[in-house]
């Protein structure tokens, strides 16, 4: 069974920047695909950015241009740098890992934006 922990969700202003991780534990293979999603009440979790272990990346157009995924293979944690935020970039951000075509999913992590 693998876990996912997520950290550094947080509140901060429009236009500033949060750094958000994600460890996952418990895979005794390599994780192929980890992502971040996010999601609003209401809303249908939507993709924020994806990376494959060979640092392949996937971003949403939304955040394109000012979040940046990134991953250590060697402690199995992925991380997203989320610059210039904006309100509608609140959310609760979820890290999601694919491992031998079972997806996981961390508890989530808050980011709030204020205007």
């Known amino acids: 069974q693998v876990q996912l922990v997520e950290s550094g969700g947080g509140l901060v202003q429009a236009g500033g920047s949060l750094r958000l991780s994600c460890a996952a534990s418990g895979s005794r293979v390599s994780i192929n695909v980890m992502g971040w999603y996010r999601q609003t009440p209401g809303k249908q979790r939507e993709l924020v950015a994806t990376?494959?272990?060979?640092?392949?990346?996937n971003y949403a157009d939304s955040v394109k241009g000012r979040f940046t995924i990134s991953r250590d293979n060697a402690k199995n944690t992925v991380y997203l740098q989320m610059n210039s935020l904006k309100p509608k970039d609140t959310a609760v951000y979820y890290c999601?890992?694919?491992?031998?075509?079972?997806?996981?999913w961390g508890q989530g992590t808050q980011v709030t934006v204020s205007s």
């Open positions: 999601n890992a694919d491992v031998l075509f079972t997806t996981y």
């Open positions: 990376i494959t272990s060979r640092g392949s990346t």
